[in-house]
């Protein structure tokens, strides 16, 4: 989405046109961040421009794939999706849409179960950070004592 308008800004520019300067973070957040002032002076950018215009109803369309809790539905949702984006001659938007339908299958199964390892990343990534800031243990028991402080969520104040 971003690719496409910075194309599309430097374009503009180069005609004398600024209207797309300074609206990266309009076009990047979503419908629901909002408020109806704002809203409105989007919607009119929006109607200006094409190219950036068409890339993020694309966004907006791709990411209501979340939306979906059949399997079955979400397909059909993808491959409609999937030829919008393959046809629409935006060249970052048709390699996102190859990059989406090489992992449909793993995005199929989470919309099924939503299930993910980001728990464990978490607790991984604090484990690492507990060995990296002590610069190393003296022992393995030592280390085993920093992770249970650090990641066992201990209540260390005192009762009253």
Known sequence: MDKVRRAENQQLRE?????LVGTKFDWLKGR??????RWRAFCR?????????????MREQAMTLWDYSYRGAAENHFRWWYR???HS????MIDKAKMLKS???????YLTQPITNALSESINAKIQWVKYT???FRNRQNFKTAIYFHCGGLDLLPAT
């Open 15 to 19: 005609a004398g046109d600024n209207r």
């Open 32 to 37: 629901d961040k909002f408020d109806e002032k």
């Open 45 to 57: 950018l929006r109607r200006s421009t094409r190219k950036t215009s068409r890339a993020w109803a």
């Open 84 to 86: 919008w984006a393959t």
């Open 89 to 92: 001659r935006l060249k970052p």
């Open 103 to 109: 992992h449909l299958k793993n995005i199929l199964n």
């Open 134 to 136: 002590a610069r190393g």
